[in-house]
């Protein structure tokens, strides 16, 4: 049976090359795609791929949903803030029982928790899996994506997530997948801290006045070693090498999910002071974010450069302002140190 999907980001890094991967595929089809007219080059030839893939655009939800003669809606939007907002639209539209949602955001596990519930009101089955392997992934068709809830429902999407990506299911709690995304991201945060760091340690050690590509030899062949972490390749690397600060995991996506992890390392018990890295890193990104005055986005290794190019006297009371023992204190500083906008995208408390 070919799946008839409709999608909500199909014009994003992620979702995107689905376009091409299940172009004339048996498993699944995309019948229609939200498009809200975001200008762009790589929006426009996305735009391209789909109208090969046959999808035809729409710029309204209810245009999306027409006649209900689909299967499922996927959505890979936003975080928190963004995507209740359209669920809250969505939901109430689908008035088809056979109708899913398969949700493909990275969002926090309590969002998860509160959008099944919100969507088994309604009668509407819907599992979050979400994707990590970056823009580059999702095009090589080598992105994971990591399922959890009903089993029978994932093994019936399998063939089409093994077209797109790498599926893997991890159990029936329906926000384990969005678990174990976060769980990648403690080893994210803390190897970027630990690269930012190193690469902080060495410029001092050999007597460079700032970053330069001197160092990109040395960290080459350093990282072949036990401490060697993908962080180098993907982020640190590339502004160290080619000066690249801002295109990788950009920093307003990253700081949330950054406290996002930190939320659920709370929940789980881990011992306080040691979530206090993780916290520290959502400083320095929030740092960032406020002494960035280009029209650029900035992505994650620019904690680098803040950390190598920075007055420790500046980066320290920086931090110790915000910083705390009371972990719920802590929690609302580094909240407060984030411009309003991407306050209100991270919406730590999910209530429909």
């Known amino acids: 049976m070919t799946l008839k999907l409709i999608a909500i980001g199909a014009l994003g890094n992620m979702l995107g090359p689905s376009a091409k991967h299940l172009l004339n595929s048996d498993c699944a089809k995309y019948i229609r795609v939200l498009?809200?007219?975001?200008?762009?080059a790589q929006k426009d030839a996305l735009r391209k791929d789909w109208q090969v893939h046959g999808a035809t655009s729409v710029t309204t939800l209810k245009e999306l949903i027409g006649d209900g003669d689909f299967d499922g809606v996927v959505i890979c939007a936003g975080k928190n803030g963004d995507d209740y907002q359209i669920f809250r639209e969505l939901v109430p539209l689908l008035t088809s029982q056979k109708?899913?949602?398969?949700?493909?955001s990275t969002v926090s596990c309590q969002f998860v928790q509160a959008t099944h519930t919100y969507c088994a009101q309604h009668h509407i089955h819907y599992a979050n899996y979400p994707l990590t392997g970056g823009a580059k992934g999702a095009v090589a068709g080598t992105m994971l994506v990591l399922c959890s809830g009903d089993e029978n429902f994932y093994h019936k999407l399998?063939?089409?997530?093994?077209?797109?990506?790498?599926?893997?299911?991890?159990?029936?709690?329906?926000?384990?997948?969005?678990?174990?995304?976060?769980?990648?991201?403690?080893?994210?945060?803390?190897?970027?801290?630990?690269?930012?760091?190193?690469?902080?340690l060495q410029k001092q050690l050999f007597g460079f006045s700032s970053i330069n590509k001197q160092q990109v030899e040395f960290f080459d062949f350093l990282t072949q070693g036990a401490g060697g972490m993908r962080q180098w390749e993907v982020a640190v690397r590339p502004g160290v090498a080619d000066d690249n600060w801002t295109q990788g995991f950009l920093v307003p996506h990253a700081v949330i999910d950054a406290l996002y992890t930190a939320q659920l390392m709370q929940e789980q018990q881990l011992p306080v002071t040691l979530i206090l890295p993780l916290l520290e890193v959502a400083l320095l990104?929030?740092?960032?974010?406020?002494?960035?005055?280009?029209?650029?986005p900035i992505a994650t290794q620019s904690v680098t450069r803040l950390i190598a190019n920075t007055d420790k006297k500046i980066v320290?009371?920086?931090?110790?302002?915000?910083?705390?023992?009371?972990i719920e204190v802590c929690f609302k500083n580094c909240v407060s140190a984030l411009p309003e906008k991407i306050q209100q995208t991270l919406m730590l408390e999910v209530k429909y």
């Not at 893997?168 to 690269?195: N, Q, S, T």
């Not at 990104?285 to 650029?296: D, I, K, P, R």
């Open 35 to 40: 498009d809200r007219g975001a200008p762009g």
């Open 158 to 200: 399998e063939p089409m997530l093994s077209k797109i990506g790498k599926p893997k299911y991890f159990g029936e709690r329906i926000d384990l997948a969005a678990g174990v995304k976060l769980i990648g991201h403690v080893l994210v945060f803390h190897g970027l801290l630990g690269m930012s760091l190193a690469v902080s």
């Open 316 to 326: 320290d009371e920086f931090v110790k302002q915000y910083l705390s023992l009371d």
């Open 99 to 104: 109708h899913f949602v398969l949700h493909c």
């Open 285 to 296: 990104m929030a740092y960032v974010l406020q002494h960035n005055t280009s029209e650029q």
